[in-house]
């Protein structure tokens, strides 16, 4: 949603090790070049990367995550 994306929000990505990154909303929306991702090149991901795995260009090495098992979006104020 553009609107409440344009208000401010945090997208938190956790993996199953506890990893976990976050997003501001205005960063992740209408934004192409982030995936989160079930398969690679139509196959279903190797274990090591399963069951999501968040992927994209305009993401910076130490900010994608394999073994995403949660999405939390979060409102604040």
Sequence with gaps: NETLADQGYTVKVIANDGYATSFNSTFVKLNDNIILA?????????????????????????????????IQVIFEG
């Design 38 to 70: 079930n398969l690679e090149n139509g196959t279903a991901l190797e274990s090591k990367y399963w069951p999501l795995r968040l992927v994209g260009s305009a993401l910076a090495k130490g900010q994608m995550a394999r073994n995403v098992i949660e």
